[in-house]
């Protein structure tokens, strides 16, 4: 397994709290530099959570789509 792949394992398992740490950061960096620049940190805390989303859904896509393989190599429907 690859470090891609356990990075996209670890994310569709602990994608609420990904969503978090997203908003961790970003709230740090507003700290930091006193919400000058909140609404870009705005956009790409969405951004990140929207990947972190879609990867999480990938995942299971896949997952489904194998298992329905899997069942048709073993002629179960």
Do not use: R, Y
């Not at 997203?22 to 870009?40: H, L, M, N, P, R």
């Not at 990140?48 to 899997?70: I, L, Y």
């Amino acid at each position: 397994m690859s470090f891609l792949d356990k990075a996209k394992d670890l994310v569709e398992k602990n994608v609420d709290k990904v969503g978090e740490a997203i908003d961790k950061a970003g709230d740090f960096v507003d700290e930091k530099t006193s919400g000058k620049f909140q609404e870009t940190v705005d956009k790409v805390q969405d951004a990140a959570k929207t990947a972190a989303e879609k990867v999480a859904g990938a995942a299971d896509s896949a997952k489904d789509a194998a298992g329905d393989a899997a069942d048709k190599v073993n002629g179960e429907k």
